[in-house]
């Protein structure tokens, strides 16, 4: 996955959303900074004090960037203004859309890690992304034996060594994407089910039996080098098209 390269579309155009669409955004942090006072401007009342009450600068700054370009985003689908959209929350605290006129069945999810912020956006079906800093971990097999089911560690102890921190990262950030599509935590655990952690990003299986397994389709993310990410959406019909976010 290091090194590869993909093109990011420069915004939306005349692309539509369809049902067998998922749109992906890519925002660089780092790029947003001279942009946050503008930003703000798009956040709701509630968004302005969650954010004057997070204690570091750093966290607060990511805060204001991520929800302010999420609004900025979703207005475009949804054709209001930023500020006017309205989130509800599911019982396990995934944000969803207040669901109205064209904001009618989008559904969206953002991860965020270093200096880049994913988000996915589709219509008529549940999708989750996970984006994670590939940096070196010394616990890594310990997190492994911890979280990740039977078969992905047996998986993961068949690479070779060198291979085996990059292969820890595609199946964590694949579960994670699986985890926040389904939104519900997987109260059960993370190794009721498991995932593939080749080149071929799948679910592989899951204590729910085969339908759930048929549920849900995979994809790599290549963002840049330094980072791994995996999206999963409901359905097995996906078009993924990729976006860079710039404010005009």
Request: a neutral charge.
């Amino acid at each position: 996955m290091m090194g590869k390269s993909v093109v990011w579309n420069n915004g939306l155009g005349d692309e539509r959303i369809g049902d067998g669409h998922v749109h992906v955004w890519r925002v660089d942090l780092s790029a947003a900074d001279t942009r946050i006072p503008t930003l703000e401007s798009a956040l709701s009342l509630d968004e302005r004090a969650r954010a004057a009450r997070v204690p570091r600068s750093e966290n607060r700054r990511r805060f204001v960037v991520s929800r302010a370009v999420l609004r900025c985003l979703l207005s475009q689908y949804a054709e209001v203004a930023p500020e006017q959209l309205r989130f509800d929350y599911g019982p396990h605290g995934k944000p969803e859309l207040a669901s109205t006129g064209p904001a009618r069945g989008l559904s969206f999810n953002m991860s965020h890690s270093g200096d880049v912020i994913l988000y996915a956006v589709a219509r008529g079906r549940s999708v989750g992304i996970d984006v994670e800093y590939h940096r070196h971990r010394r616990n890594f097999m310990r997190i492994a034996e911890r979280f990740f089911s039977i078969e992905e560690c047996e998986a993961l102890h068949a690479f070779p060594e060198r291979d085996r921190l990059s292969a820890f990262y595609r199946c964590w950030t694949r579960k994670e994407a699986y985890v926040k599509a389904r939104g519900d935590g997987i109260a059960a655990g993370l190794d009721t089910f498991s995932v593939s952690m080749d080149e071929d990003p799948c679910l592989l299986r899951s204590d729910e039996g085969p339908a759930e397994v048929a549920r849900w389709s995979m994809a790599d993310i290549v963002v840049e080098n330094g980072y791994v990410s995996a999206l999963c959406a409901e359905g097995r019909e996906v078009i993924v098209s990729r976006f860079a976010w710039s404010e005009r």
